[in-house]
T-cell receptor
Framework: AQSVTQLGSHVSVSEGALVLLRCNYS??????LFWYVQYPNQGLQLLLK??????LVKGINGFEAEFKKSETSFHLTKPSAHMSDAAEYFC?????????FGRGTSLIVHP | NAGVTQTPKFQVLKTGQSMTLQCAQD?????MYWYRQDPGMGLRLIYY???????DKGEVPNGYNVSRLNKREFSLRLESAAPSQTSVYFC?????????????FGPGTRLTVL
């Protein structure tokens, strides 16, 4: 069975600081991994996705994620947080018709 | 190109009332989904439709029914609403449902059952 674990339901950073949101997965087949972002009172939208072409994936708004097979991880990073990055972030594992979502990490950005 | 649209945006029901949540996509996608989102629980799949004419249960189907009306539209019905169904409901679609497919989400329906 597939699973996605996001470590930390809340992450708090200061504006300008490094953002690191953790995601670990379990999959019996080669994984396809996604990060989605949900701004307040909106639906989810794709931030970036890994489909085996390159292990370092760049997304929108300066975010990137690195696929590490040995660690079964797909952590999301951004060098410098901005107030507008405050949102809920979901890691997901692609599945045949049914993806598996993590429970989400709320990013709080302090001025 | 509106993407995925949902109506209504907000709804308040009394216990036992029924209602239908509407969802439509204009991207010619084959697969459509209904999720509910509750604090601390992430997204939970209620029902999905792999293609027009098919529907299947997800993780939490009890108390819900769905209809894939055509390729564009996928509705979710609560026959007898309960307070436990207070949640935010999201509709989503994907082009084919394959492992690499991106899910496109609607803006959500915020439902309160009193």
């Amino acid at each position: 069975a597939q699973s996605v674990t996001q470590l930390g339901s809340h992450v708090s950073v200061s504006e300008g600081a490094l953002v690191l949101l953790r995601c670990n997965y379990s999959s019996s087949v080669p994984p396809y991994l996604f990060w989605y972002v949900q701004y307040p009172n909106q639906g989810l939208q794709l931030l970036l996705k890994y489909t085996s072409a390159a292990t370092l994936v760049k997304g929108i708004n300066g975010f990137e994620a690195e696929f590490k097979k040995s660690e079964t991880s797909f952590h999301l990073t951004k060098p410098s947080a901005h107030m507008s990055d405050a949102a809920e972030y979901f890691c997901a594992l692609g599945g045949s018709y049914i993806p598996t979502f993590g429970r989400g990490t709320s990013l709080i950005v302090h001025p | 190109n509106a993407g995925v649209t949902q109506t209504p945006k907000f709804q308040v029901l009394k216990t036992g009332q029924s209602m239908t949540l509407q969802c439509a996509q204009d991207m010619n996608h084959n697969s459509m989904y209904w999720y509910r989102q509750d604090p601390g629980m992430g997204l939970r799949l209620i029902y999905y439709s792999a293609s027009e004419g098919t529907t299947d249960k997800g993780e939490v189907p009890n108390g819900y029914n769905v209809s894939r009306l055509n390729k564009r539209e996928f509705s979710l019905r609560l026959e007898s609403a309960a307070p436990s169904q207070t949640s935010v409901y999201f509709c989503a679609s994907t082009k084919t449902g394959e492992l690499t497919d991106t899910q496109y989400f609607g803006p959500g329906t915020r439902l309160t059952v009193l």
